[in-house]
């Protein structure tokens, strides 16, 4: 039996068909949700992360036929991997992980996918290189290369660089999903942890035309007096 094969059988024993219902429905998968399709195995993000630990010298042939699969878990297992060989990886390694990461955007199709994934990837990737990949993902039709685009600049927030975390947030200001809204709202709250003033600029600029769910995630931590102030429009 193949690594790949073992994998597999292991993920299916981790199984557990309840809670695979459960996530059926809250990660969206019916007909015409954002996840329409994804198909659950069941199993908790740690438990996948232990096998993905225990499988990180998969061929890479073998990573790239699981991100290709239909089985959610399996695509998550894939991209952990990913990131860990990228973390460890050379120059010449990190760049294929990094251009078949955005090669196979497609399959990193849901928001827990881009999210443990894109700023370890990506974000990491071009900390010192040009950074015009992500806006050309920000300008993207694809609800998951948008996501991809500002999750990504988690990296440079990290580094107290909050430029391009500011600017990508404004293209995508006016974006019509919720998955963007809270996301450039995440966002915005981290850029406030490390420059509230650097936030509030921002905000004063743009809190009014905002949408409701991304201004709510970006005052999250604001004292209450000053969070109701945003929301009744009195800044």
Known sequence: ??????????????????RAKLLQGFFKTGPGEYGEGDIFLGITVPEVRKTATKFNELKFSDVKKLLGSKIHEERLTALLILVHNFNIGNEAERNKIFKFYLANTKNINNWDLVDLSAHKIVGEHILDRSRNILYKLARSKKLWEKRISIISTFAFIR?????????????????????????????????????????????????????????????????????????????
């Open 1 to 18: 039996m193949t690594d790949l094969k073992f994998l597999r059988k292991e993920l299916k024993l981790k199984s557990d068909p309840r």
């Open 159 to 235: 580094d107290n660089e909050l430029k391009d975390s500011l600017k990508i947030s404004e293209i995508l200001l006016n974006d019509d999903h919720d998955l963007i809204h809270k996301a450039v709202g995440w966002v915005l709250r981290e850029v406030g942890k490390k420059s509230l003033a650097t936030e509030e600029k921002f905000l004063k600029k743009h809190y009014k035309k905002m949408p409701r769910t991304m201004l709510r995630y970006a005052i999250e931590k604001f004292p209450e007096k000053k969070r109701k102030a945003y929301l009744k429009g009195n800044i």
